[in-house]
């Protein structure tokens, strides 16, 4: 996949997993992966990782892990005239962020997939469903 395709925001299905293939347990599968410009969504058999690269150079990144007990639910908008992304939000427990306001919620893991490729979307959807939710 090039740069621009990346750009664009055009997700890679099946991309590099070494970011997380050294913690795996010894038991843990990838079941898919999902790359986009810089940040990464990948399934196992166990969880789901969230990887978000941060800063100008994207040494730096934060992987989160939630195992697939605290998968709870999956919501997607489907792109419209206007809007050119499928979003999808993946329910979980165990993910406090703390309000302004004081208290905490918890958050979905979420992230855009674009339009043109509402097939992959569909595939995510699909793959959680099928391996997370009872």
Request: hydrophobic share 40%; aromatic share 8%; net charge negative.
């Amino acid at each position: 996949m090039g740069l621009l395709d990346k750009m664009v925001g055009h997700a890679e299905v099946g991309g590099d997993t070494a970011i997380v293939e050294e913690y795996l347990a010894p038991d843990e599968e990838i079941i898919q992966s999902f790359h986009f410009l810089r940040d990464a969504v990948i399934l196992t058999n166990l969880g789901i990782y969230d990887i978000d690269v941060q800063g100008l150079s994207g040494k730096k990144m934060q992987v989160k892990f939630y195992p697939k007990e605290t998968i709870k639910t999956i919501a997607f908008e489907t792109a419209g005239s206007f809007d050119l992304d499928v979003d999808i939000k993946i329910g979980v427990s165990n993910n406090p962020v703390p309000l302004i306001e004081g208290g905490a919620m918890n958050m979905p893991i979420e992230f855009k997939v674009p339009k043109d490729q509402a097939e992959e979307a569909k595939q995510i959807i699909h793959l959680v469903k099928e391996h997370y939710l009872e």
